[in-house]
């Protein structure tokens, strides 16, 4: 068939009331298996911005997380 679907997100920054679910979150669950689908995750390193924004986000990958 030729077609490709790119999804973006981010999973660090969802911002939904308490208790309801991110549909990124579970896609990237149900699908993680299913053959014919990659998932890519970025990380600090893949950052090719300033060398400040690697440092920003290390340190919030570093911090205790917490439960809201």
Do not use: C, F, N
Request: hydrophobic share 40%; no cysteine.
């Amino acid at each position: 068939w030729g077609s490709k679907i790119v999804v973006t997100g981010d999973i660090t920054q969802i911002d939904l009331p308490k208790g309801q679910v991110s549909g990124l979150v579970e896609a990237s669950q149900v699908l993680q298996d299913v053959s014919g689908i990659a998932l890519i995750y970025l990380e600090d390193k893949d950052v090719v911005r300033h060398e400040m924004v690697q440092k920003i986000i290390q340190a919030y990958e570093r911090r205790p997380k917490t439960v809201e």
